[in-house]
């Protein structure tokens, strides 16, 4: 089961386009993943291969427990700083700004000072990581971490492919700038999200 934009999703790797492994088979590390989609009126399955190509392989999926999220946009009354536009990818490393399960995250700042906060109206630098490893260019997300929440992840370190850590607050403050580093995967295992 996965959390998918606050949806609980039955996900298994698949032999073939659509063909799940059995429950008395060892998924090949490189098998796809998807999860079924249903019909929330009917019950019914609606389509069986959600995701394909979105949530990696097996092998990614069995190691990891971070789950990218996707963007809304809303309305920004309250909030001062919209922040860098999404466009401006020197600046943003790719990341894309907008609400993710109630909070409003973009990258703020100006280079080499830019940084990532997510806030509310009222309190827009809530979630401040200004200070810390800001990641490597084209990894920057927002994700869902059993355990964790919400919260700052993006790939660290040297290299064309490194591994994904994520800022775990307490409260508001930064309780640890590289959690769960090297346990989530690396970045060609997020390629599609990417």
Avoid: H
């Avoid at 998807?34 to 069986?48: E, L, S, Y």
């Avoid at 810390?132 to 660290?156: H, K, Y």
């Amino acid at each position: 089961m996965l959390l998918v934009n606050g949806q609980t999703l039955f996900c298994r790797a698949l032999t073939g386009p659509s063909t799940p492994v059995t429950g008395s088979t060892a998924a090949p590390p490189t098998a796809p993943v998807a999860c079924v989609q249903f019909n929330t009126a009917t019950g019914a399955v609606a389509n069986p291969s959600y995701l394909l190509g979105l949530l990696g392989t097996a092998l990614v999926l069995s190691r990891r427990s971070l789950t990218p999220l996707i963007p809304t946009q809303a309305d920004l009354t309250g909030i001062a700083d919209a922040g860098v536009p999404d466009s401006a990818v020197s600046v943003t490393l790719g990341f894309r700004r907008g609400w993710y399960q109630g909070v409003y995250w973009r990258v703020c700042g100006e280079f080499p000072n830019e940084f990532v906060a997510g806030g509310v109206p009222g309190d827009e630098y809530l979630y401040n990581t200004y200070g810390t490893d800001q990641g490597e260019n084209g990894t920057l997300m927002i994700a869902s971490v059993p355990g964790v929440g919400t919260t700052f992840c993006r790939g660290v370190g040297v290299g064309v492919n490194p591994y994904f850590a994520c800022v775990l607050f307490e409260g508001t403050r930064v309780a640890a700038e590289y959690g769960l580093y090297q346990q989530l995967g690396q970045k060609s295992d997020y390629a599609s999200f990417l």
